[in-house]
């Protein structure tokens, strides 16, 4: 993140791209966990968007059983991208919290208008390069980074008038653990640099940063950090509708973000998939608002 960049937080409250209900409620519990709070204490200007830029999700009732509600996620991420393009375009630092990881096509449609050489670091369980051939499911938060690499739908695939919007040798997966076949396809076809839990176990968290930091931001424009909650350990980060045993430790996903910090490669992230409605207590919100801080400068000294 560039030094005194404001921070624009955008509220993105959907889940029809997930399987389970309740990460709408993700972006309201965030910002009553203390991010704002965060913010002011780390000394960076922000504002929050209201929500008026989306649209009744009710309105659209379009969908299939190889692309469940793609009629409601597509005008989410229409919308999305024109206001992260806005954002972008004024200088602000987008941070999007959602709302499940379909929330992600729109970001990288919205922030692809203004850098055509974006990186992206997709920090996360899952991979969500399926396509409507491959996924198991037909859930359009599994198709969120297909997207963006051109992939799918052409409706989804053509947002914002670019395709692809991503190339393949500046996006790095990190803290994967439960890819579908037709993921490990694409993943091995177009040469996506991929570090899995097993790699995190062998060569620790610090190595595996410094390369996924390495590859995306080699000759890019600026780098896109999409941080999934369920990378996290469900140990740790209980709240989320797709938890895989295994995941990151809390230390792990805090040194992530914070050497991610201090490579000042970072020029806009989104937060995804943080659904209150799956504990009793804020554990996984106020999870999300640390690991924010701590991508925008929070320090232990």
Not at 44 to 69: C, F, G, I, V, W
């Amino acid at each position: 993140m560039k030094q005194l960049q404001p921070v624009a937080i955008l509220p993105v409250p959907f889940d029809w791209g997930a399987s389970r209900r309740g990460a709408d409620g993700g972006p309201e519990a965030v910002l009553l966990a203390g991010l704002e709070r965060k913010l002011q204490m780390l000394g960076l200007q922000y504002e929050t968007r209201p929500n008026s830029y989306l649209p009744n999700p009710a309105a659209d009732r379009r969908t299939s059983t190889r692309m469940k509600h793609w009629g409601r996620t597509l005008a989410m991420s229409e919308a999305v991208a024109r206001e992260v393009a806005l954002l972008a375009e004024g200088g602000a630092f987008p941070l999007a919290l959602g709302g499940d990881h379909s929330i992600a096509i729109g970001t990288i449609a919205g922030l692809a208008q203004r850098m055509k050489r974006l990186g992206v670091i997709w920090i996360d369980a899952h991979a969500d390069i399926n396509t409507p051939q491959t996924s198991p499911s037909g859930n359009m938060h599994g198709m969120a980074l297909a997207a963006g690499l051109g992939l799918g739908d052409p409706r989804f695939t053509g947002i914002a008038g670019i395709s692809p919007k991503l190339q393949p040798g500046r996006i790095v997966l990190v803290g994967a653990r439960a890819l579908d076949e037709g993921e490990k396809h694409f993943i091995r076809k177009h040469g996506i640099a991929c570090f899995t839990m097993y790699d995190i176990d062998r060569y620790g968290m610090a190595r595996v940063m410094e390369d996924a930091i390495g590859i995306a931001s080699a000759g890019s424009d600026g780098v896109h950090v999409s941080f999934d909650i369920d990378s996290v350990d469900p140990r740790d980060a209980p709240g989320t509708g797709t938890p895989v045993r295994g995941g990151l430790n809390y230390r792990e996903a805090h040194l992530a973000m914070e050497m991610l910090y201090d490579a000042r490669i970072v020029t806009s992230a989104d937060i995804v998939e943080v659904n209150p409605l799956l504990e009793n207590t804020p554990v996984t919100a106020r999870l999300a608002v640390e690991l924010i801080g701590s991508l925008l400068g929070e320090k232990i000294l």
